[in-house]
């Protein structure tokens, strides 16, 4: 059996989770006997694949293109849906959003800052509907086949799209390979983050209530903008106590 995986354009920028899923899905599928291919090439010649693996349901664009591409190669599609909540992309995600209304809060008080905030929400979440709800919904139900990581990711697919589609629960396994036993010592108190610093992850408030202890940080490159000018400044202050 051929199989062509599409992984996102921007992997050799951008790492991530779901990086790490597909190549090491593609991993185990050639140790089953599976022919693996890679591609992000929308427009790649499909014919002498027998199934296609897409990622990432949170890509909208991007994961349309290799759909098209896909049915029009008369492909059957296997649908790692990597999900997430679309309404973590809503203004109250944003470090610069919080500090405009600590603003409004200070200048006009809290009652009409809450009732601003309100407003802004709506109005985000129907601006962001038009633009991923049916898309996705589409994408969702276009899959032969949809692979959740859990049953709760399905569950919530289902209750925000009305999908009913066929599916099959892959957890993500843990690759021992990459941990060593260590003896245990006393190294005092700290908090380790391992993952790619962005806004859903609600980075900037960890570090804010795990200071005083140490930080270090590497691989500032990948993080969002102000995430970044945030770390740095909460570490100048750190340093300078």
Same mark, same amino acid.
């Not at 990622?55 to 190669?73: G, V």
């Not at 849906?81 to 679309?86: A, E, G, M, V």
């Not at 006393?186 to 391992?194: E, I, P």
């Given at each position: 059996?051929?199989?062509?995986?599409?992984?996102?354009?921007?992997?050799?920028?951008?790492?991530?989770?779901?990086?790490?899923?597909?190549?090491?899905?593609?991993?185990?599928?050639?140790?089953?006997?599976?022919?693996?291919?890679?591609?992000?090439?929308?427009?790649?010649?499909?014919?002498?694949?027998?199934?296609?693996?897409?990622?990432?349901?949170?890509?909208?664009?991007?994961?349309?293109?290799?759909?098209?591409?896909?049915?029009?190669?008369?492909?059957?599609?296997?649908?790692?849906?990597?999900?997430?909540?679309?309404?973590?992309?809503?203004?109250?995600?944003?470090?610069?959003?919080?500090?405009?209304?600590? %603003? &409004?809060? *200070?200048?006009?008080?809290? =009652?009409?800052?809450?009732? @601003?905030?309100?407003?802004?929400?709506?109005? !985000?979440? $129907?601006?962001?509907?038009?633009?991923?709800?049916?898309?996705?919904?589409?994408?969702?139900?276009?899959?032969?086949?949809?692979?959740?990581?859990?049953?709760?990711?399905?569950?919530?697919?289902?209750?925000?799209?009305?999908?009913?589609?066929?599916?099959?629960?892959?957890?993500?396994?843990?690759?021992?390979? %990459? &941990?060593? *036993?260590?003896?245990?010592? =006393?190294?005092?108190?700290? @908090?380790?983050?391992?993952?790619?610093?962005? !806004?859903? $992850?609600?980075?900037?408030?960890?570090?804010?209530?795990?200071?005083?202890?140490?930080?270090?940080?590497?691989?500032?490159?990948?993080?969002?903008?102000?995430?970044?000018?945030?770390?740095?400044?909460?570490?100048?202050?750190?340093?300078?106590?």
């Amino acid at each position: 059996m051929k199989a062509l995986l599409y992984v996102r354009a921007n992997n050799n920028i951008i790492k991530g989770g779901d990086l790490v899923q597909i190549y090491k899905t593609g991993d185990s599928l050639a140790k089953l006997g599976v022919d693996i291919e890679y591609s992000s090439d929308q427009n790649k010649n499909l014919e002498r694949y027998d199934i296609v693996h897409i990622f990432n349901s949170p890509r909208i664009a991007e994961t349309k293109k290799f759909f098209d591409n896909a049915k029009k190669f008369s492909k059957p599609i296997v649908f790692s849906t990597i999900y997430w909540s679309k309404e973590e992309f809503e203004f109250g995600s944003t470090l610069e959003y919080h500090r405009s209304l600590e %603003l &409004f809060s *200070k200048i006009f008080g809290l =009652n009409l800052t809450h009732v @601003v905030a309100m407003f802004l929400k709506k109005l !985000s979440k $129907k601006t962001k509907k038009d633009n991923f709800y049916e898309v996705e919904k589409e994408l969702l139900e276009r899959a032969d086949v949809l692979l959740p990581n859990s049953q709760g990711e399905m569950n919530e697919i289902e209750r925000v799209y009305k999908v009913k589609n066929s599916y099959e629960v892959v957890r993500n396994a843990v690759d021992t390979s %990459l &941990f060593r *036993k260590t003896p245990i010592t =006393n190294r005092g108190k700290y @908090v380790l983050y391992v993952g790619r610093i962005e !806004s859903r $992850k609600n980075i900037i408030k960890l570090i804010k209530e795990t200071v005083p202890y140490e930080i270090h940080y590497s691989t500032l490159a990948e993080s969002e903008k102000y995430i970044k000018k945030e770390l740095i400044k909460i570490r100048r202050d750190t340093d300078g106590d």
